[in-house]
């Protein structure tokens, strides 16, 4: 099982550079980033879990803040949990998504989402009650323009013509065209479905109930006819404990992405300390 490292990065944190040569030097995984584009501040929607987080408002980019840390690692994965790709326009999200991947020799995981803020998808022109349909449009039109050959694509939410286009994400003979794509979100029939439907596994946040919820989406799985091997499990914003990460091993969990503080470099590089004694 893969050990991570995932924080809400901002203008005030450690850097992407900084912390992404600790984390390779240190063995762990990969480094997952978040995503907000902003926070309105007339806002009625709740935050999943309580108090909003205030560097919700401050999240760097994760697309550009996952260059940088290609920049300066060569094994470490890069990822995003999750990457609110409904609030994107998807042929330039799918060029910067390709150019990523492709400068970082295959390493990206594509985390995406529904998100929960209705104030924000609104500003981009998500229309609420669709925004699942809409993420679904959004990844199969990306994936046209990921093809080896000029693939139109035409939707309810937008198209692309049959284009010429470079760079391609790393191929990967035998899985979905793009980098490995998960969907973060809370279990349920429908997540499952869609899990299935089209993405390569599950990004749940760390809780109780994983195991009876892990055998559900695998039996949904099966009966979509995927394969069980490529189903991939990342557990994430996990606060590791005694006997919790040997339970999620336990668990067939693929890879755990541990939470870390929103802070400096003094704060961040002590818990990644504390960290070590899990890899």
């Known amino acids: 099982m893969d050990i991570s490292a995932t924080l809400y990065m901002t203008d005030e944190t450690i850097t992407p550079v900084r912390l992404a040569r600790e984390l390779e030097e240190r063995g762990f995984a990969g480094l997952y980033l978040p995503e907000h584009t902003h926070i309105p501040i007339a806002r009625q929607s709740a935050y999943p879990g309580g108090e909003m987080p205030p560097e919700c408002a401050r999240m760097l980019s994760p697309f550009v803040a996952l260059a940088q840390a290609a920049a300066v690692t060569g094994r470490l994965r890069l990822g995003t949990n999750i990457a609110l790709i409904g609030q994107h326009d998807p042929i330039d999200l799918a060029k910067q998504i ?58 309810e939410f937008g198209s692309v013509a049959a284009s010429d286009v470079h760079p391609k994400p790393v191929a990967r003979p035998g899985r979905l065209t793009g980098p490995r794509t998960l969907i973060g979100g ?72 541990l939470q870390l503080p929103a802070a400096g470099e003094t704060e961040v590089l002590k818990t990644l300390d504390d960290f070590g004694q899990y890899l």
């Open 98 to 155: 390709a150019t990523l991947d492709h400068l970082a020799s295959g390493r990206l995981t594509l985390g995406i989402g529904y998100g929960w803020n209705r104030e924000e998808a609104a500003d981009h022109g998500v229309h609420w009650p669709t925004r699942r349909a809409l993420v679904r449009e959004r990844m199969a039109l990306m994936r046209a323009l990921w093809s080896e050959q000029p693939t139109a694509y035409e939707g």
């Open 186 to 257: 809370a279990a349920g029939p429908r997540l499952f479905a869609e899990i299935a439907a089209y993405t390569e596994g599950w990004m749940p946040v760390g809780g109780s109930g994983l195991s009876a919820r892990l055998g559900e989406l695998r039996e949904v799985w099966a009966e979509a006819g995927r394969a069980p091997e490529e189903l991939y499990v990342a557990v994430t914003a996990v606060v590791p404990e005694a006997g919790k990460l040997e339970y999620y091993a336990s668990l067939g969990i693929d890879e755990v992405i």
